[in-house]
Every structure is written in C-alpha cells, then in structure tokens.
C-alpha cells in the first residue's frame, strides 16, 4: 500500500468516525418528553379538607396571628402545597443558579375565617393588595424557597377563604434559586435543579406539609432550549435548619435531572476543531525535503484554531477547573505542537541521511499519527456517552 492510498484509508477511517460521534452523542429533540407534565393541581383545599376536617373556632385562639391549632388537641397544621413551574426561563451554570417561574399553592385549615365570609355566600376571594393586607393580619403558613439566591418577587396573588374554614393561597412568582452545578463532564453533563420549600418561622410541630397528588409539576411551557428534562423527583421530609438551632422543619424537596443539548458545542467547536487537528496531520504529504512549507502549513492550521478558540470563548462556562471540552481542545493544541516537533525531527534526519532514503520516523508517523488521534476520539466519546 503507497502512501496516497493509506491517507484515503486514513480519511474513509475519519469520516467513519465523525460519522459515529455525531449519531451517538447529540440528543434528538423530537424524542424529549417533559417529565412530571401535568396542570397544577386543582381544588386542592378540598384534597387537604377531605384528609381531615377543619377544627371548630370555639377550640382555637381568638387571636388571628397564634396558629390554628386545637387547644384541645394539639398536633402539626396539615399544609397542603403545589409548586407548578409554568417556565426555567434562566440557567446559570457558571453561578450555580437558576431562575424559575410558577405558581405556588397552599392551602390549611382555620375555622376562624367563617365569620369573614360574606352571609349567603360559600367563599371570598381576596385579590393582590386586599390578599397582601390579609396575610398581614392573619397567620399564614410562610412558605419560602430556602436556597433563594436573589429577592423573591410575586408578581399576583389570591386569598380564598371558604366556609368550611379553609384558606388557600395562590401565588404566581419568580424566584433565583440556587443549585450547585458540576461541570466536569462539560458539554455532555447532567444537572440537578434542586428546590427546597419549607416555612420561615414555624417548625414541624406547628406546621407539617402533606402531599396531595403533585407536590411539585411541570407545565407544557417547560421545555429549556439548551436543555433537556430527563427527570422529577420530590418529597417531604423533615429537615434539621442548622441556621435555627435544633428545631426540625417540614421541608418539599424537588429535584429536576437536566442533560444538556451537546449538539451546539459538537457542531460548533468540536468537529471544526477537530477537523482542523486532522488537517495538520497532512504535513507527511508535503515533500520531506519542504521542511519550511511543512511548518508553515502546521503553524497556519495551529494559529487558526488558537484564533477559533478565542472567538468561541464566551460559549463555554468560566470555571476554575478543567472540563472534559477543556481536555479535548487541549489534547487538540498538544497533538498539533507534536507535530511541529516531529517535523522537525524528520528534517535532521534528511540532513543527516539525504534525500534518497525516507526515514523510518516518517513512514511510522503515517501510521502512528492517524492511529493516536481515532484512538483519541473514539476515548473522548466512550467518556461523553458514560
């Protein structure tokens, strides 16, 4: 076999590969399915009233700020809660946080509200400013996201009191949560968006959050453009808040497995990177004796992709460790570096020897070149695929 026919076999192997990175790697959009997809969950203060019944305001405090409970019997507030996402319009990897959209619902009992209600009527609905001044003068479970990252801002809200002595309360919301994001894996990782919910002033003993179908659910618009949902999880649990002493917490914890879309980075920076590292190999076709044409045309290739990477700079996340794209475009600058050495070495061997013989580094090059670099890739995928 001549040299010509080993550099087509050489590009045959190449194109196979590509070939085989592309298909096993990039996410197909139109498989995704959102995990967890449901509307939020309806009349859920019947759900909480049906587990168990209201307590009768002769057996509660007068006084509208002590928690509803019995004084005949006392036991945990049954808080039933929903937190639907409607959106994740923001993803920060670099600063560990995250933007969600939503509505948060809470419902409990407190007999205490029937005399509020209007007489006829079986509810009153209390809107924004007239909810705010209600929660203000009334106890209320206070819910709040504990890894908030940012203020919390509620854009619209709504009080329901009804005239078996249920409250509930419905909040649309943004909020910064924050979430630590490993990256190494970088651009082939997955992510957990965690959210922990739990109340601000009352402990377990006061307040106990019950499930009542989805604690935590997804709308139709939850589907992120760089990511794909893989799965949800959540429960609730009591939680030891070391930032409170000893006292535990009835805690909703929610975990949301996202994998990020590597099409973009593959097509992107990776395969034109990568094409541009095999390019260099093609030194060896340039006459042996052409010792400056073969530099330049390693140093062209070299400076290109350097100049590559400078522009796609600001698609990668800024962090203080190497990533597996990180290790692949180094491999990448390493690789072609050697090669500059290497012809190097071949040229004093021709000074050396003359023109007549083909040096035995030469003809191994040609073999051990295209041999490191597949070998290279075909690593680099096994790691991004496991």
Not at 106 to 111: N, R
Not at 216 to 231: A, F
Request: net charge neutral.
């Amino acid at each position: 076999m001549n040299r010509r026919q080993r550099f087509q076999l050489l590009l045959g192997l190449i194109a196979a590969l590509m070939a085989l990175w592309l298909s096993s790697i990039t996410h197909v959009a139109a498989q995704e399915r959102i995990p967890g997809q449901a509307n939020r969950t309806g009349e859920l203060w019947k759900l909480n009233t049906q587990r168990q019944a209201c307590p009768p305001s002769n057996e509660l405090s007068k006084n509208p700020f002590i928690p509803p409970q019995s004084q005949t019997l006392t036991q945990a507030i049954p808080v039933g809660v929903n937190v639907h996402i409607n959106e994740i319009p923001r993803i920060s990897d670099a600063e560990n946080r995250f933007q969600v959209d939503g509505l948060l619902t809470t419902t409990w009992c407190d007999s205490r509200v029937i005399s509020q209600i209007p007489q006829g009527e079986d509810k009153l609905v209390l809107y924004n400013n007239a909810a705010e001044e209600w929660i203000g003068s009334h106890w209320s479970p206070q819910l709040e996201f504990t890894n908030r990252v940012s203020e919390a801002f509620y854009q619209t809200q709504t009080i329901t009191l009804r005239s078996n002595g249920s409250v509930e309360r419905i909040a649309r919301f943004e909020e910064g949560l924050g979430s630590e994001f490993k990256l190494s894996k970088f651009p082939f990782d997955q992510q957990l968006l965690r959210i922990y919910l739990q109340s601000f002033s009352w402990d377990q003993s006061t307040v106990r959050l019950i499930d009542l179908g989805d604690a935590v659910s997804l709308g139709r618009r939850s589907r992120l453009p760089e990511w794909v949902i893989k799965d949800l999880n959540f429960s609730i649990r009591n939680h030891d808040d070391p930032e409170k002493g000893s006292q535990e917490f009835s805690q909703l914890s929610a975990t949301i497995t996202i994998a990020r879309r590597s099409g973009y980075y593959i097509y992107k920076i990776f395969l034109p990177l990568g094409i541009l590292a095999f390019t260099s190999i093609f030194f060896l076709a340039i006459p042996i004796e052409a010792f400056a044409d073969r530099l330049g045309f390693i140093s062209g290739l070299l400076f290109t992709t350097l100049a590559y990477q400078i522009i796609i700079a600001n698609s990668v996340p800024r962090v203080p460790y190497l990533t597996l794209g990180d290790t692949y475009t180094i491999f990448l600058f390493a690789f072609m570096i050697s090669e500059v050495f290497i012809a190097y070495n071949i040229s004093q061997k021709v000074l050396k020897d003359g023109h007549d013989r083909i040096p035995s580094i030469e003809r191994a090059m040609e073999i051990f070149l295209p041999s490191i670099f597949i070998s290279t890739q075909v690593l680099f995928i096994w790691i991004a695929i496991n």
